[in-house]
């Protein structure tokens, strides 16, 4: 009897047809194998996931060995300055406190709601740049708010990294500094410096023409953005007056890297800039189109007529762009120089040398540049500022700057020295100079 009880309380073996009952499967049949190979899709997420943990804990690491060296040699000043021990310890919490502060800001988690959007300050075609203040601190950035979806649908994803790694790893004082980086589901954000001084574009519609002094104050500032970028292999592409921007002491920054709008040349063949006409449809003998006919100041006032328009066009204006990148049959960092020439003959003459009504026929014009290439006899421009001009927009073999910056500031120390005798520059523009002959 008592057996009988005890065996009440045995797990019973359950035979191959109840197992088979509980789980569903005939007898006789084999169970299902899961040999499935994971999808791409996982895989990329599984090498995404563990590349991030491995980056997390070596970061992790990396500022602890930092924290302990600083703690080192913090210790190490402290004993060669032969203070008191009382001294040593408050300073030493002093230091623990800092650091402390350091670390939670670090772990902050920055978001949009950090920052008080203020005035709209551009719009383009991935969205929108706002001045902005940070509520913590009350300081003013620029915040680029940039769409996601729109950027994939166009295409741009390595655009927007390129410009976020160059404003990350580029320090330099002609260069648009990055503070911060960041996203949400719909946007990505860049906190970056404002310079409230507009910019170049501006400046020319408010004055038209600047003087040699000016115009070579701008350019050699704009030649140390540009090498300060080809020193890290990067290629701007798309220098032109709207991307060249003032701070408050009138210093040139270079920005907008990447999220350029370039004229739309996927279906042009070389011929397309050989052959064409203009809106009467005449052509010359050899079958290039007849420009029309403007005096200088028609020309200067066709020009800034159109310029703010240009300017926010969904296409853009080809006018800086070098014959090389047109023709899409290879480009280096020696295009930016061209864009500086371009750049720079505006500066002088009021607009760029191959302005046309249409943009095809600008991009014409450029390809054919030896043909259009002329300085106006109404504009007097110096001898040294028309050879700097026409060694900036020719073959790229012959191109200044396509062995490097130094070649432009050898070229500068010859015109440079016989263009400022005798006149009065400010101290700014002094220390300009100063600093292109030290470099």
């Given amino acids: 009897m008592d057996r009988c009880w005890f065996n009440k309380f045995k797990p019973k073996d359950k035979t191959p047809s109840s197992k088979n009952k509980e789980t569903g499967i005939a007898k006789g049949s084999k169970p299902p194998t899961n040999d499935e190979a994971p999808s791409n899709v996982t895989k990329q997420k599984v090498a995404a996931a563990k590349q991030y943990i491995e980056n997390h804990y070596k970061k992790q690491m990396q500022d602890l060995q930092e924290r302990k060296e600083r703690r080192n040699m913090l210790e190490k000043k402290l004993a060669d300055a032969e203070v ?6 408050n300073l030493l919490k002093y230091f623990e406190k800092k650091e402390r502060e350091y670390m939670r800001l670090k772990r902050h988690k920055m978001g949009a709601d950090d920052f008080e959007p203020l005035t709209m300050i551009g719009k383009g075609a991935f969205g929108e740049v706002r001045v902005c203040r940070e509520k913590a601190t009350g300081h003013v950035y620029a915040m680029k708010k940039l769409k996601k979806s729109e950027m994939l649908r166009r295409g741009q994803v390595e655009h927007v990294k390129a410009e976020r790694n160059l404003l990350a ?18 946007y990505l954000y860049l906190i970056m410096e404002y310079l409230p001084g507009g910019d170049m574009m ?9 003087t040699e002094n000016e115009a070579r104050f701008y350019v050699g500032e704009t030649v140390l953005a540009i090498e300060s970028i080809h020193k890290h292999n990067y290629i701007h592409r798309d220098i032109k007056p709207d991307n060249l921007l003032l701070d408050r002491n009138g210093h040139m920054k270079l920005s907008d890297f990447g999220l350029c709008k370039p004229l739309d040349c996927s279906n042009l063949q070389e011929k397309d800039f050989s052959i064409g006409s203009n809106r009467s449809g005449a052509l010359q003998s050899d079958g290039r189109p007849v ?7 028609e020309q200067l006032q066709h020009w800034q007529k159109n310029r703010r328009m240009l300017a926010y066009s969904t296409v853009g204006t080809p006018d800086y762009i070098a014959p090389e990148v047109l023709l899409k049959k290879g ?20 607009y760029p040398p191959f302005y046309s009504d249409e943009p095809m026929l600008t991009c014409r014009k450029i390809v054919n540049w030896r043909n259009y290439l002329k300085f106006p006899e109404e504009v007097k421009i110096s001898a040294e500022a028309k050879d700097l001009i026409s060694r900036l927009l020719c073959n790229v073999d012959q191109r200044l700057g396509t062995k490097g910056a130094d070649e432009i500031k050898v070229l500068w120390r010859t015109h440079g020295l016989k263009v400022l005798n005798g006149t009065n520059c400010t101290k700014l523009k002094l220390l300009l100079f100063l600093r292109l002959m030290m470099n």
């Fill in 291 to 297: 420009a029309p006919k403007r005096s200088q100041q």
């Fill in 331 to 350: 480009y280096g960092m020696e295009c930016d120089w061209w864009s500086l020439g371009a750049i720079m003959y505006e500066m002088l003459v009021g």
């Fill in 169 to 186: 790893e580029v320090d330099s004082n002609c260069i648009v500094k990055l503070y911060y980086s960041f996203q949400d589901e719909e």
């Fill in 202 to 210: 501006t400046l020319l519609m408010r004055k038209d023409i600047l």
């Fill in 84 to 89: 008191s021990e009382e001294e040593q310890n």
